[in-house]
């Protein structure tokens, strides 16, 4: 089993920038591969971002790409997401997940999620 715990949401202006954490526990995620989805009100959940286990190939949504990046620190468990040039349009609850391999993470079809953190972009 592995346990996905995201930190770092907050409230942030527009053109500001957070970094969202996702530690696992459990079992090492050092040969899962990770992703970042989010979901605002009333729109279904979405992908952002994704990184395979191995030699850490990242995936984007082509509304983040270039201003997001997905990295990993195996020795760590942990996932980030840095967001810079945020915009108000990135609001929305942020989910980290885990699969076995890249496809199964952008399935969404994985057991392994995390509760989700609050992203809020002011304008």
């Known amino acids: 089993q592995v346990q996905l715990v995201e930190s770092g949401g907050g409230l942030v202006q527009a053109g500001g920038s957070l970094r969202l954490s996702c530690a696992a526990s459990g079992r090492t995620v050092s040969s899962y591969a990770m992703g970042w989805f989010r979901q605002a009100p009333g729109k279904e959940r979405e992908f952002v971002a994704a990184?395979?286990?191995?030699?850490?190939?990242?995936y984007y949504a082509d509304s983040v790409e270039g201003r997001f990046t997905i990295s990993r620190d195996n020795a760590k468990n942990t996932v980030y997401l840095q967001m810079n040039s945020l915009k108000p349009e990135d609001t929305a609850v942020y989910y980290c997940n885990a699969g076995l391999t890249v496809p199964t993470v952008l399935s969404q079809r994985t057991d392994y999620w995390g509760q989700g953190t609050q992203v809020t972009v002011s304008s």
């Open positions: 990184i395979s286990w191995n030699i850490g190939n990242t």
